[in-house]
């Protein structure tokens, strides 16, 4: 079956990987189902789409049991802030945490993901713009953070996200990300959204979380 907003979606991540002589597969398209429901996202998943991104537990927790009941092989990644009481929820739900941001969050992630065995893909977000109403650490706190994580919390990290400022070109946030993941040898890239994608892919994206592109304005 064919969804048109997946299409035109998966059609340009090819086609922005192509101009910036990367391999396609090599971009995962996590298809941001936030604020829609099944009847939305049924027809998405039936068009083959299997990684999808929500950023509320509770949201996710609502519509997400039962849509993987029916489609087991769905990968399910939280791209929006965590409360540390929410961690086990979290760890249980989701297959990836885009939004390790802080201390407190990475021990509660490290000792829910020991007490459930539960193996789980994790991102650090950045806050590239450092601004003061947005998650994310700071940009100078980055290497620090990263080593607690993995020396304090034994987490296993996997990649950095960042959510540009809304007003500025993204591009100096996406370079400033990669070079972040590069330094810290992390290999995983999370940025880009419906409106500049195919900045992100230019700038190295391996993770691109797309939402009202493929399902309409929210
Ligand atoms: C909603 C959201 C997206 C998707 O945004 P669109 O502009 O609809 O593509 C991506 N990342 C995060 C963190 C979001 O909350």
């Known amino acids: 079956m064919v969804h048109e907003g997946l299409k035109k979606v998966l059609n340009g991540i090819v086609a922005a ?5 990367r391999a396609p597969g090599d971009v995962t398209l996590i298809a941001v189902s936030k604020t829609f429901d099944g009847p939305e996202i049924i027809p998405v998943i039936e068009a083959g789409q299997r990684v999808f991104g929500e950023n509320r537990v509770q949201e996710a927790k609502g519509k997400w049991p039962a849509l993987r009941m029916a ?5 399910l990644h939280l791209i929006g802030p965590l409360q540390s009481n929410k961690a086990a929820e979290a760890v249980q739900l989701f297959d990836a945490i885009h939004t390790v941001d802080r201390p407190k969050i990475a021990t509660a992630i ?8 539960k193996p789980l893909t994790l991102f650090v977000q950045v806050n590239t713009g450092r601004e003061p109403q947005k998650a994310g650490i700071d940009p100078d706190h980055a290497d ?10 034994g987490l296993e990290i ?23 993941a590069t330094r810290n040898g992390l290999t995983q890239l999370s940025m880009g959204m419906s409106g500049d994608y195919a900045s992100a ?4 994206a391996t993770h691109v979380r797309v939402g009202s592109a493929i399902f309409g304005t929210r």
Do not use: N
């Open 110 to 117: 490290a000792t829910e993901i020991r007490r459930q065995s």
């Open 17 to 21: 990987a192509q101009t910036a002589g």
């Open 71 to 75: 489609w087991p092989d769905v990968e």
């Open 158 to 180: 996997s990649g950095l996200m960042c959510i540009p400022p809304a007003e500025e070109d993204p591009k100096r946030h996406f370079t400033l990300l990669a070079e972040i």
């Open 144 to 153: 620090a953070f990263l080593r607690e994580c993995r020396e304090l919390h």
């Open 201 to 204: 892919i230019a700038c190295g």
